[in-house]
């Protein structure tokens, strides 16, 4: 079945320490998204890439970058994460910016 | 700009009894609008979509949404709940896909 993966599912880091999420997607989806959802709140959008070009949120802190070396494949990258960074990252993908299909979501924890 | 307005954090039905969760939305074009599903530590599921066709739209799980300019609402409903509805539910607007609005969330508990 065509699908949104999202690798690891658990992820502890340390605080400070860089971590890197992976989304990859069969879908053959033109544009990425990566959200951030905190517990009991809705999902933020972080960032999107449509095609090659990379649309950052104005209120996205520069601490959080993205890679898309493809069309599968696109990763968060935390370069010094901090505690306030513990948080459910939500992959979502979509054709022309069309309906959104999400992954399952890496719930990252910050020790 | 758009927004959207979840009117309820907590529904609880029994299970059997129909499900009512309300979304009011505010924009300035012709929406499209979403409701998606939650189950804890998952992603989010499209339940259903609407896109300026059938004012009554009907998803997966035997639920389904009308859209209503007058009200500028779209509720979601089910005739009969079950146990595995109970999920955190999201009613989202947009107007283009790179500007979705996600309502609080409606939180539903079933109960036996």
């Known amino acids: 079945d065509a699908m949104v993966i999202q690798n690891p599912r658990y992820q502890v880091t340390q605080f400070g320490k860089p971590v890197t999420l992976s989304c990859s997607q069969t879908?053959?989806?033109?544009?990425m998204y990566w959200y951030q959802q905190k517990s009991s709140q809705a999902p933020k959008l972080l960032f999107h890439?449509?095609?090659?070009?990379?649309?950052n949120e104005a209120d996205t802190p520069d601490n959080f970058q993205s890679r898309r070396p493809n069309t599968s494949f696109c990763f968060l990258d935390i370069r010094s994460p901090g505690l306030g960074d513990a948080a459910m990252y939500l992959c979502?993908?979509?054709?022309?910016?069309?309906?959104?299909?999400f992954g399952p979501g890496t719930r990252l924890l910050v020790l | 700009a758009q927004s959207v307005t979840q009117l309820d954090s907590h529904v609880s039905v029994s299970e059997g009894t129909p499900v009512l969760l309300r979304c009011n939305y505010s924009?300035?074009?012709?929406?499209?609008l979403f409701w998606y599903v939650q189950h804890p530590n998952k992603g989010l599921q499209l339940l259903l979509k609407?896109?300026?066709?059938?004012?009554l739209v009907k998803g997966i799980n035997g639920f389904e949404a009308e859209f209503k300019k007058s009200e500028t609402s779209f509720h979601l409903t089910k005739p009969s709940a079950h146990m595995s509805d109970a999920a955190e539910y999201f009613c989202?607007?947009?107007?283009?896909?790179?500007?979705?609005?996600f309502g609080a969330g409606t939180r539903l508990t079933v109960k036996p």
């Open positions: 879908l053959n989806h033109n544009v």
């Open positions: 989202v607007v947009s107007v283009r896909n790179n500007d979705m609005r």
């Open positions: 924009s300035s074009y012709s929406p499209s």
């Open positions: 890439y449509y095609d090659k070009d990379f649309n």
């Open positions: 979502a993908t979509s054709r022309d910016m069309e309906t959104q299909y």
């Open positions: 609407y896109t300026s066709a059938a004012t």
